[in-house]
C-alpha cells in the first residue's frame, strides 16, 4: 500500500505561525526570557507549580485558555504538569535541540514549555510540562468570560493525512488531529493499527467554531473529499482501519449524518459510510499530524469531489 511505503519518509517543517488577531499584554522583561526566548525558570519556584484551584490557566501574552485545572497533575519534576491542553490551543513544534518537542500558544506562538510521552504518569502517556511565567489563571467562577464555545466532529475516511490536510482548510476550524478510534486496544500505536486486527479506523477529530460553520457543513465536505462508496478500503489503501465511518458525539450529530447520506442515496450513490457512536479517540504520534503541511506535497487518495 502506498500509505506503507509513506511511513518512513517524514519531513520536519515548521508551518507558519497562526495569524494573531489579539492584542498581546506588555510583558516584564523576564516574562519576554522565557515566553519570547524560550528561556525556563527555575524547578519549584513557579507561582503555579503545587496550585490546585479549579480553574483554567490561560496564556500570559495574548490570554487565550490553554489548560484546565482537572488535566493538571502532580509530576515531581518542578514545573506545572498537564497531560492534556485545550484541543486547538497549544501547537508542537520541533525544539531547537534537536531532541525535544516544544509547545507553543497556538494563537501568539508564545513559548510555553516542552511536552513528553511515554513516561506513564497518567493514562493518557503525556506530560505537558509549561513554565508558570508562561500562564495566568482564571478560576472556575470566573471562566465565562474566557470560554470560547467550541464543537467537535470525528470522521474516518481512508488514510488520516488526506482528511486532515483537506479538512484544516475550511473556514471555522480551529483544529485538526489525526488518530484512532472504535477499536479493542488502549492507546494503540501506528503498526498495530496497520495491521487491522485491533479494530480501529484512522480517523480525525475536527474542532470547530460553531459561529464560523456547522456540523452539517463538515460533515458534507468530509463525504466530498473521500469516496463514501468504497468499502474497507479507500484508492489504494486497503484494510478495516480504512473504512468510512461517522463518530457521532451527539443524538444531532447522528440525525445529520444520517440525512445527508439518504440525501446522497437519493441521488444514486451507494454510501457504505456507517454512522457510529464515538468512543475513545486517541491521538496518533506526532509524525502523523500536519503530515502533508509539514511535507509540502499533496494527498495521493483525497481529492474534492461535489455532490451535494
Known sequence: MYK????LVLTFIVSP????????????????????????????????????????YTCKQCGEP?????????????????????????????????????IVCSSCGG??????????????????????????????EETSAIEHKTEKAIFAGGCFW???????KEPGVISVESGYIGGEVNNPTY???????TGHAEAVEVVFDPKETSYE????????????TQEGRQGPDIGSQYRSEIFYTSPE??????????????????????????????????YHQDYYANKGTQPYCHSYVKRF
Open 4 to 7: 506503507i511505503l509513506f511511513y
Open 17 to 56: 505561525a497562526k495569524s494573531q488577531t489579539m492584542n498581546k499584554k506588555e510583558l516584564t522583561d523576564y516574562e519576554k526570557h522565557v515566553i519570547h526566548n524560550k528561556g525556563t525558570e527555575a524547578p519549584f519556584t513557579g507561582e503555579y507549580y503545587k496550585h490546585k484551584e479549579k480553574g483554567t
Open 66 to 102: 490553554l489548560y484546565k485545572s482537572e488535566d493538571k497533575f502532580e509530576s515531581g519534576c518542578g514545573w506545572p504538569s498537564f497531560d492534556d491542553e485545550i484541543k486547538g490551543a497549544v501547537k508542537r513544534v520541533p525544539d531547537a535541540d534537536g531532541h525535544r518537542t516544544e
Open 111 to 140: 513559548h510555553l514549555g516542552h511536552v513528553f510521552e511515554g513516561e506513564r504518569f497518567t493514562d493518557k502517556n503525556t506530560r505537558h510540562c509549561v513554565n508558570s511565567i508562561s500562564m495566568n489563571f482564571v478560576p472556575d
Open 162 to 168: 488526506g482528511v486532515e490536510h483537506l479538512l484544516q
Open 191 to 197: 503498526e498495530q493499527v496497520c495491521t487491522g486486527r
Open 217 to 228: 457543513t463538515l460533515t458534507k465536505l468530509f463525504l466530498e473529499i473521500h469516496d463514501p
Open 253 to 286: 450529530q447522528k440525525e445529520i449524518a444520517e440525512k445527508l447520506i439518504s440525501q446522497l442515496k437519493s441521488k444514486g450513490y451507494k454510501v457504505v459510510t456507517q454512522v457510529t457512536p464515538a468512543t475513545t479517540f486517541w491521538k496518533a504520534e506526532d
